[in-house]
């Protein structure tokens, strides 16, 4: 009862503080242009698309009209069109802000202000449990602000991670107030309510409440860009009103992108409103084909069971058509259980239906988290070193993808009883096939650890994760971009005529002699002009053009050392099954100012496992003494050795140039300037 009182006390000290804020946060929040809701007739679903592309902003989709929102002028202009328009509430724009100042219980809606000092407040008094991250700035320099919440939250721990955002639409403000509350729920119970301590203790849980700080100061759906968050991610980019001059091109966008790929999650969720409904991938084609729809669906129906039974359903059908939406960019992408659920029919209620809407939808918030524990986890790591990898975990028979964490190597996955396999890839590696039986039992979880055995036979870069990808013909590409992945197999993504797609690459590809690496093409024709850069957001540098089964490619003709992305632009039809270094090594840098080219030179190390010293045994017809370098698997030149002529047998430490011994892990030894010439070695200590 102390504890409680306390809380209680830390909640009621806020809402003293609040008591006189009309004045400041009339001053703070502004009034938005005025926008009415209306009924617009439509004759087929296809016109809904074309209203959205119009800039009309869609509430909700029945069998022969939409209620959107729009202004006095644009119902004039549709008029003139011929639809039939009717006038359900005069500037509800207006509405929204007003319901913004109402008295709740509770809840309320807070400024921007307001919502920024009380997240500094919770972070500081239960840092025990909440760590504040700031993920970016929006184009006003405002904060976009996580919560974190777990037992030991100021360290990434191998649990299961789940995120949750709202406010994505500033006028979306019910949104905001869930995430929100939730935080608050959460921070209340914990060492008080079993449930949610034990989620607390065996999860990691990320809040962003207000993922939109620009579009909720203005009451706009729109980011201080005037272009709409939910269409700018790069998954089926384009083709929409206010969807940003690229993919990612909004900030909002970018510092998404950059924590889902530090940090995998098992389940996304965004909070919406205009509607009650759950939208689950994909939203960018109506092509029931998400490959592990029978997760998707299982999780949005107990979602739907657990809170306010909202009907649910693929987004393209039970809504309508949009390209670029964080949650296809989540499943397509990370593999993430991935939906957006409209919480209430209203955008900005009055602040009264704050504790209803977050109470119908608080079970289903903690039963996510608990069912992010379901299914396939384990660690992936090198075999010799124990450290972590990096790598791509696929299930089958389902063949969809996720990440292990770069930090930890953890994965898990959410699945249901049953029988699989992983195949478990990382370049440089033997690939793993794993047998797998999720068990029927309490958690129906099961454990998988992975020790993956480095091999110099094997590819050691290729395409690891899609960045982004320009939208295709849904009515006759069914490819996905995820084919590209990995090795090429002869299954590709089908870069349609004038789009394209951008690849990350495992590790920076290196300039060497020769060609540097290929794009392999899974078709009989087809052509893109192929562009490199370091920086998944460019700017990209033209290298050539891939029109063969296979296309090499020389980085010397780019004037760069490395490049880290690949993109390829469609000049027609290409379908794209591979990029890959054409010989197996790692990246490995060749400009050096010494390297000479070697004929009849055979050399051998030992011993391999290295400790700490090398032993090179060789022979060679040069007259003079040849230089190799030592490099790690990220590319780095770490030491310079020589080898003597005349000589056949040198023993070298593994202090590198700087007089520090080698760390454990894998290295190479080039020696001249043939790729054939080099040498994988591992140390240990």
């Known amino acids: 009862m102390k504890y409680v009182l306390i809380l209680v006390l830390i909640f009621s000290s806020i809402s003293v503080a609040f008591a006189d804020r009309y004045e400041q946060a009339r001053a703070e929040m502004k009034v938005p242009p005025r926008l009415d809701l209306v009924r617009i007739d439509i004759a087929n679903s296809w016109q809904v698309k074309a209203l959205d592309n119009l800039g009309v902003i869609i509430n909700q989709v029945h069998d022969n009209y939409v209620t959107a929102e729009i202004t006095p002028q644009m119902i004039t202009e549709l008029k003139k069109q011929g639809y039939s328009i009717t006038t359900l509430q005069e500037n509800i724009s207006g509405m929204y802000y007003d319901n913004f100042f109402t008295e709740g219980g509770r809840g309320r809606y807070l400024t921007y202000t307001e919502y920024i000092d009380t997240m500094c407040v919770i972070a500081t008094n239960h840092s025990n449990i909440c760590k504040l991250e700031t993920l970016g700035m929006s184009h006003t320099n405002r904060l976009l602000l996580a919560m974190k919440i777990s037992d030991s939250v100021q360290i990434d721990q191998s649990e299961p991670a789940v995120y949750f955002d709202g406010n994505t639409h500033g006028d979306e403000k019910i949104g905001w107030a869930v995430c929100f509350?939730?935080?608050?729920?959460?921070?209340?119970?914990y060492n008080w309510d079993p449930i949610v301590t034990q989620l607390v203790n065996n999860r990691e849980i990320w809040v962003v409440p207000m993922f939109n700080p620009d579009g909720y100061v203005s009451s706009s759906r729109y980011n201080g860009r005037s272009v709409d968050v939910n269409r700018n991610y790069g998954w089926m980019w384009g083709n929409e009103a206010s969807c940003g001059a690229d993919a990612y091109s909004e900030n909002e966008a970018t510092a998404f992108y950059n924590l889902f790929v530090k940090q995998p999650f098992v389940v996304y969720t965004t909070y919406h409103a205009g509607d009650s409904i759950i939208s689950y991938p994909w939203s960018y084609t109506t092509y029931d084909s998400a490959p592990e729809k029978f997760l998707i669906h299982h999780l949005a129906q107990r979602y739907s069971q657990n809170g306010n039974n909202y009907p649910y359903g693929q987004g393209s059908v039970v809504m309508y058509l949009i390209n670029g939406s964080s949650k296809d960019y989540c499943y397509g992408i990370g593999g993430e259980i991935s939906w957006s659920i409209e919480v209430h029919n209203t955008k900005t209620p009055p602040a009264t239906s704050i504790d209803p809407t977050f109470n119908i939808n608080r079970n289903a918030m903690l039963y996510m988290i608990s069912k992010a524990g379901q299914g396939i986890h384990g660690i992936v790591t090198d075999s010799v070193t124990g450290q972590p990898l990096y790598a791509q975990i696929w299930v089958m028979p389902r063949n969809w993808l996720s990440y292990s964490s770069p930090v930890n190597g953890d994965f898990h996955r959410f699945y249901l009883p049953g029988t699989y396999s992983l195949i478990v890839r990382c370049p440089g590696y033997k690939v793993d096939t794993v047998p797998?039986?999720?068990?029927?039992?309490?958690?129906?979880?099961?454990?998988?650890?992975?020790?993956?055995?480095?091999?110099?036979?094997?590819?050691?870069?290729?395409?690891?994760?899609?960045?982004s990808t320009r939208y295709v013909a849904i009515s006759t590409n069914r490819t996905y971009p995820v084919r590209a992945l990995g090795i090429h197999d002869g299954i590709g993504f089908s870069v349609d005529n004038t789009k394209w797609i951008i690849m990350a690459m495992a590790r920076p590809i290196q300039n060497l002699i020769g060609n540097d690496f290929t794009v392999y093409r899974s078709t009989t024709s087809g052509s893109a002009t192929?562009?490199?850069?370091?920086?998944?957001?460019?700017?990209?540098?033209?290298?050539?053009?891939?029109?063969?089964a296979q296309t090499s490619f020389d980085l010397t003709t780019a004037g760069l050392d490395t490049v880290r992305y690949v993109r390829l632009d469609a000049t027609s039809t290409f379908g794209f099954d591979a990029v890959e270094i054409g010989t197996p090594q790692s990246g490995i840098e060749t400009n050096e100012p010494y390297m000479e080219q070697?004929?009849?030179?055979?050399?051998?190390?030992?011993?391999?496992?290295?400790?700490?010293?090398?032993?090179?045994?060789?022979?060679?017809?040069?007259?003079?003494d040849i230089k190799g370098y030592i490099y790690d698997v990220l590319g780095t030149k770490v030491k310079t050795v020589v080898l003597p002529k005349g000589k056949d047998n040198l023993l070298i430490d593994t202090r590198t140039d700087n007089g520090q011994y080698l760390k454990s892990g894998v290295y190479f030894i080039k020696i001249a300037d043939n790729q054939s010439l080099v040498k994988r070695f591992t140390v240990i200590r």
């Open 181 to 189: 509350e939730f935080v608050k729920y959460m921070i209340q119970y």
């Open 530 to 548: 192929v562009k490199v850069s370091n920086n998944w957001k460019g700017p990209w540098t033209t290298i050539g053009t891939a029109s063969a």
């Open 598 to 624: 070697t004929t009849n030179f055979n050399w051998s190390i030992y011993p391999n496992l290295v400790n700490f010293v090398i032993k090179i045994s060789y022979t060679s017809n040069s007259n003079h």
């Open 436 to 467: 797998v039986i999720v068990p029927n039992t309490t958690d129906s979880s099961v454990t998988v650890n992975i020790a993956l055995h480095p091999d110099s036979t094997i590819l050691s870069n290729y395409g690891m994760r899609v960045v």
